[in-house]
């Protein structure tokens, strides 16, 4: 009996028949099942007990687990504060894909996310790396490893591991059921060994993670732990000598500079004094000028007062001068028989008696003022 298909495929869209229409035959494209993952793939370390950082794997880098059978401890991590572990991100790298059934070789692994493949089913299975952290050799700190791997035990020491690189892969699975002979088949479908399988799911989603790990027997026997240590001890000591003179030389400024702080005090004082002295000195000169302002002040008075005298007496010396040449001037009229007169100014050589006893009739004129 032929099968009645609602076909949604990668190539082309198929409609169910109707009644009134004879059913048909759909070709499905046949799949080959069950490819092998990648070599480079199949060697990475899984380590089921490290599936906690898939959300931060840069944390797991530079940690040193220890691994007892199927268990697996997160002893403490050795990284350096100033060269945290290089993070890259990738979403195009596909590692793996292919469809696999129960048959496959790594079926229920955790390196496909434990997904696991059961009769009558086939998985559609895409393998993507995201994310890789790592730790470039100059960024490991050896010291510090070497320094706190002195009191481990030597059989400790065997089981114990050091995470150079991690890497975050993203599993992507997709279930496909095989479809009876009457069974209406819808979503994606194909064929494989003569059957039909269908799905409708979407993808599912699932994160692992793998590991690049160093025995710690290894890690240390490629270094020299002795010469490290006495390096680092010795370095250490010269940091200590180092730190010793810096504190003197810190010391020894100090004190210059509490000597500094003292002179610039007593210079202080010094200037308050004198400043002090200074402005008592200064009221005291205010104050004599003032006074010499005063007397000056009065000084001027009294010249103005002398200056205004000087003149007064001046005038009324000149006026008495003038009033004594005024007196000195008489005009003496002098009468003939004729009734004529003749004024004479001088008076030195003829007086009036005289002039009378000359027959003169002599008349004294009283001053004349100017």
């Known amino acids: 009996m032929p099968y009645r298909i609602i076909l949604l495929f990668v190539f082309g869209v198929f409609t169910s028949t109707t009644q009134a229409q004879p059913s048909r035959k759909i070709k499905l494209n046949s799949v080959t099942l069950g490819f092998d993952l990648p070599q480079s793939y199949k060697e990475r370390t899984f380590i089921k007990g490290l599936a906690g950082f898939v959300n931060n794997i840069d944390q797991l880098v530079g940690a040193m687990i220890l691994i007892e059978d199927n268990k697996t401890s997160v002893l403490t991590r050795f990284v350096r504060q100033d060269k945290p572990p290089v993070v890259s991100t990738s979403t195009s790298d596909v590692i793996y894909s292919a469809k696999i059934d129960n048959k496959f070789k790594f079926n229920g692994a955790y390196c496909i996310a434990s997904t696991k493949v059961e009769k009558d089913n086939i998985y559609?299975?895409?393998?993507?790396?995201?994310?890789?952290?790592?730790?470039?050799?100059?960024?490991?700190?050896?010291?510090?490893?070497?320094?706190?791997?002195?009191?481990?035990?030597?059989?400790?020491?065997?089981?114990?591991?050091?995470?150079?690189?991690?890497?975050?892969?993203?599993?992507?699975?997709?279930?496909?059921?095989?479809?009876?002979?009457?069974?209406?088949?819808?979503?994606?479908?194909?064929?494989?060994g003569g059957e039909v399988y269908s799905s409708t799911d979407q993808f599912k989603v699932d994160y692992v993670v793998s590991v690049d790990i160093v025995a710690l027997e290894k890690l240390l026997s490629l270094?020299?732990?002795?010469q490290l240590v006495s390096s680092e001890e010795l370095a250490r000591r010269e940091k200590a000598e180092r730190a010793r003179l810096e504190a003197a030389r810190a010391e020894e400024e100090r004190k210059a500079k509490e000597n500094e702080l003292r002179e610039a005090k007593a210079q202080v004082e010094d200037l308050k004094?004198?400043?002090?002295?200074?402005?008592?000195?200064?009221?005291?000169?205010?104050?004599?000028?003032?006074?010499?302002?005063?007397?000056?002040?009065?000084?001027?008075?009294?010249?103005?007062?002398?200056?205004?005298?000087?003149?007064?007496?001046?005038?009324?010396?000149?006026?008495?001068?003038?009033?004594?040449?005024?007196?000195e001037t008489v005009i003496v009229t002098f009468k003939n028989k004729d009734g004529k007169a003749l004024e004479i100014k001088s008076l030195e050589e003829l007086s009036p008696e005289k002039l009378r006893e000359l027959g003169f009739d002599v008349e004294v004129m009283k001053e004349k003022r100017m």
């Open 273 to 327: 004094r004198i400043l002090t002295h200074n402005i008592e000195r200064s009221e005291n000169l205010q104050q004599q000028l003032r006074e010499a302002q005063e007397r000056e002040a009065a000084a001027l008075t009294q010249l103005n007062q002398a200056i205004s005298q000087a003149e007064e007496l001046s005038a009324r010396a000149q006026r008495d001068q003038r009033e004594v040449e005024n007196r």
């Open 124 to 192: 559609e299975l895409i393998i993507k790396d995201v994310a890789v952290a790592f730790l470039p050799e100059d960024y490991i700190p050896y010291l510090e490893i070497c320094k706190s791997s002195n009191n481990v035990p030597a059989e400790t020491k065997r089981k114990t591991y050091y995470i150079r690189s991690a890497k975050l892969t993203t599993i992507y699975t997709r279930a496909y059921q095989k479809a009876g002979a009457s069974s209406e088949i819808s979503g994606m479908a194909f064929s494989a």
């Open 223 to 226: 270094q020299n732990c002795n």
